[in-house]
């Protein structure tokens, strides 16, 4: 049996949210929605799994924070301890307090960063990437659902998806 | 939808619908530039380049062509350095600490305020590379290995910290400002009609398509990106401010440093912001955009930080006084009685005592009033950083190496520079960028826009009326 996309456009995200509750109520999945800017609570509805994004942030920035410490225990005291303003270098503990500004910084340096080359590499964007959305007018005013279903229930969606408000419909 | 409080002025004015915001924002992209556009842009250009003239004088001759003396080594350098910074600082205030206190009105200065922060961080840097004297050997600020020509970089200076601050902040501030812009420039894109705008409008935007996959990630990672940003923001200042507080000139050696100089960035920032924002709602028209209401809150947190800062002069000045150190107790006499009594009076005015005229509600929904105080406040910050550095340096503990500190037509120069280059980059900015978050706009509109609130609030009184 062949598979179809079905591509319903509405004019406003309550509409569109409403729909999606009742096409999740009747068991029917949600593909994907595309909207100019993110609606609030339609995650749960079309069952967006919960990002894990932070979690990396929070790696990167442990890692930063090694890597801060490594350099300068290695630097400052390891490799050529130097008595600056009678500030004991001969071990890391007496000269941390003076590290910790730069062992801070590079924590946020490194979760920032890190987080953000994960995020765009996830999500595919990158200069030259072609555009994601299927119809140009999502991002200014109109809300696409996409549905995918076999091609027998398609009438079936079809009306909810009108009853629901949307003003247009296409296959694809 | 988040229901608001009918008593909170709407933040959108008029009739606005989604693609009405669309409209409204790409039309300074879209349309051409006005005349008032052009003449800003070509004064901006001419200081510019004539502090890229200077600039270049300075490196072909060395910095002895700067009024620094042997007695008085940082002067405008730092002053300006420092100066830029902290005006800096409002941007990251706005866009990461308003957003982790989800206050709305944010979004519509947010934008704006970080391209501020990354010019003025740009400026800032400029000053902080020259006033090495010998700015082609700066990469020695890395921590490179010592055959690169020095030994490792000592990270118990100050001045280390700041060169991985002030770079750690920039980088940021400049991917937490372009991952906000990306949803924004694929609007643009998706409406372009020119080839060329189509094609550099669809590099800038990486693809984006605003599927809720993405927005679900944008979102956390714009939160993330603000819960970094916010601890980041007050530790550059601080590090900056310990550049003084470490070392043992009096006057310097104070611990009410870090707080007073985040205080002092974020007051000046905001007043830059208000200066920005008062000539771009007027030249784009985007008077339903940044509101009144708006300009009001900024002129609240001016109030707020600028009496921080009042406080923190007066302590300053109890506790030198209080610790019964002669060299303290001089240091301040000196800053406001000895030769350069006139900039301690100019911070005093400027920074202490005009902010204060907010308290009235009239004066602080005025906009040309807010114009003029935004422009003293900026003055006035910068005499602070003037009075900490010079009248401190050109009265130190030997007095056979007092002597006056006079600016030279280059320190003149390059400020007025970066002065230039600030507001040239950022006309450029509200030329080909959305200068405001649209997405983030239209999120809000059912919930804040002047239209949709009069009809939630004419609805909830027919309903009470039914009961």
């Known amino acids: 049996m062949s598979k179809v996309a079905i591509h319903a456009i509405y004019d406003d995200e309550e509409p569109l949210m409403a729909t999606a509750k009742e096409l999740r109520s009747k068991g029917i999945k949600v593909k994907d929605v595309y909207s100019p800017f993110p609606i609030h609570g339609i995650d749960a509805v ?24 490594l350099m300068m225990w290695y630097m400052m005291i390891h490799d050529w301890p130097t008595d600056v303003g009678g500030k004991p270098s001969f071990a890391y503990y007496m000269n941390v307090p003076a590290f910790i500004p730069i062992t801070f910084e590079a924590t946020v340096l490194c979760a920032a960063h890190g987080m953000a080359i994960t995020y765009y590499l996830r999500c595919w964007m990158l200069p030259g990437v072609k555009a994601k959305n299927p119809d140009p007018r999502t991002t200014d005013d109109k809300f696409l659902m996409i549905v995918e279903t076999k091609e027998e229930n398609k009438n079936n969606i079809e009306a909810v998806l009108k009853n629901g408000g949307a003003s247009e419909i296409s296959y694809k | 939808m988040q229901h608001e409080s009918e008593i909170r002025e709407p933040l959108i004015l008029g009739n606005k619908s989604y693609h009405q915001i669309t409209e409204d924002i790409v039309k300074p992209i879209e349309g051409k530039a006005t005349k008032y556009w052009y003449m800003l842009l070509t004064v901006s250009v001419i200081c510019f380049l004539w502090g890229i003239w200077c600039l270049s004088y300075t490196i072909g001759t060395g910095i002895g062509v700067w009024g620094s003396n042997n007695g008085v080594d940082w002067a405008w350098d730092i002053t300006n350095f420092v100066w830029w910074i902290g005006i800096g600082h409002a941007g990251t205030l706005i866009s990461a600490v308003l957003l982790l206190f989800r ?52 990270f118990n200076s100050p001045l280390m910290w700041d060169v991985f601050a002030v770079s750690t902040y920039f980088s940021v501030s400049l991917v937490f400002w372009y991952t906000g812009l990306v949803p924004d420039f694929a609007m643009i894109r998706d409406r372009a009609v ?21 927005w679900h990630r944008f979102e956390e990672v714009s939160l993330v990106l603000a819960g970094l940003s916010t601890p980041l923001v007050f530790s550059v200042h601080s590090i900056v401010s310990t550049d003084f507080a470490t070392s043992v000139v009096p006057g310097w050696h104070t611990t009410i440093f870090p707080p007073y100089f985040v205080a002092g960035a974020v007051f000046s920032g905001f007043a830059m912001v208000l200066t920005l924002l008062l000539i771009m709602r007027k030249i784009y028209a985007l008077e339903n955009y940044i509101t009144i209401k708006h300009i009001e809150y900024m002129n609240i947190v001016i109030i707020v930080t600028g009496s921080i800062v009042g406080v923190a002069y007066l302590t300053e000045l109890f506790i030198s006084w209080y610790s019964g150190v002669e060299y303290e107790q001089y240091a301040f006499l000196n800053r406001a009685t000895g030769p ?45 950083r003037f009075v900490i550095i010079v009248p401190t340096l050109c009265r130190t503990f030997l007095p056979s190496s007092w002597n006056m500190y006079h600016p030279t037509f280059v320190d003149i120069g390059i400020y007025t520079g970066t002065i230039g280059m600030f507001f040239t980059f950022f006309l450029l900015f509200t030329r080909y960028f959305p200068v405001i978050a649209q997405a983030e706009l239209k999120s809000i509109l059912k919930s804040s826009g002047q239209e949709f609130k009069e009809k939630h609030a004419a609805h909830g009184h027919s309903h009470d009326a039914a009961h």
């Open chain 1, 46 to 69: 079309i069952g967006t799994p919960r990002t894990r994004i932070a979690i990396c942030a929070f790696i990167y920035g442990i890692t930063g924070t090694c890597l801060a410490t």
């Open chain 2, 103 to 154: 206050q709305k009105w944010r979004m519509a200065i947010n934008r704006s305020a970080e391209a501020m922060t990354i010019f003025a961080v740009m400026c800032a840097a400029i000053f902080v590379l020259l006033h090495t004297g010998r700015p082609w050997l700066d990469y020695w600020l890395f921590p490179l290995p010592n055959q690169f020509g020095s030994l490792w970089v000592n």
């Open chain 2, 194 to 214: 020119k080839p060329m705008a189509k094609k550099v409008y669809s590099l800038l935007s990486f693809g984006w398509g605003g599927s809720a996959r993405h």
């Open chain 2, 340 to 384: 350069y009594w006139w900039a301690y009076a100019a911070m005093m005015t400027c920074n202490v005592i005009s902010p204060q005229l907010f308290w009235f509600k009239k004066l602080r929904t005025n906009l040309t009033f807010t114009f003029i105080m935004s422009i003293i406040v900026n003055i006035g910050m910068w005499f602070e």
